[in-house]
């Protein structure tokens, strides 16, 4: 059997590593700067702060996630006192989540903040190499999201 590396080798462990790699680090910095908030608890956040009060299935659905993790993510976001979940006027059934005044604080540090961090984690790279790891990250998102099902030699 031939050996493999799979931190060397395949680069679907590539992406598992740096986005370990991504997350330990954004978590640690926010928690340094004071913010009692997980990065992937932010693109919430933020789609409502520069959205307006959206739904839970418009959050999810801008954010490509499957509503139950949106709903987790907005509970505890709730809980910490960052958004609030309100009936819409209109359409009683219909709730719309909405950032509160400390939520609104938090999102305008992380506008900042998450732009800084993005600049200092990709400063090696050149303005071409960005727009070229961005069309390949964008190409292989399009891909694995139009594969059907991932069916394995062997099962």
């Not at 908030?37 to 996630?65: C, F, K, N, T, W």
């Not at 309100?86 to 992380?110: A, M, S, Y």
């Amino acid at each position: 059997m031939k050996k493999c590396d799979i931190n060397n080798d395949l680069l679907l462990f590539k992406i598992f590593n740096i986005h370990k790699i991504i997350s330990n680090k954004s978590n640690k910095s926010f928690s340094n700067e004071g913010l009692s908030i997980q990065v992937e608890q932010i693109p919430v956040a933020m789609v409502i702060y520069y959205h307006g009060p959206q739904s839970q299935q418009d959050i999810a659905h801008e954010l490509a996630r499957d509503k139950s993790s949106v709903l987790r993510t907005v509970a505890s976001l709730v809980t910490a006192g960052y958004l609030v979940v309100e009936p819409d006027t209109v359409d009683k059934r219909k709730k719309f989540v909405n950032l509160t005044p400390k939520g609104l604080q938090l999102c305008k540090r992380l506008a900042a903040e998450v732009n800084t961090m993005d600049n200092m984690m990709f400063s090696n790279l050149s303005v071409a190499e960005k727009l070229i790891f961005t069309e390949l990250l964008e190409k292989c998102t399009d891909h694995i999201n139009n594969l059907s099902d991932l069916k394995l030699i062997n099962s």
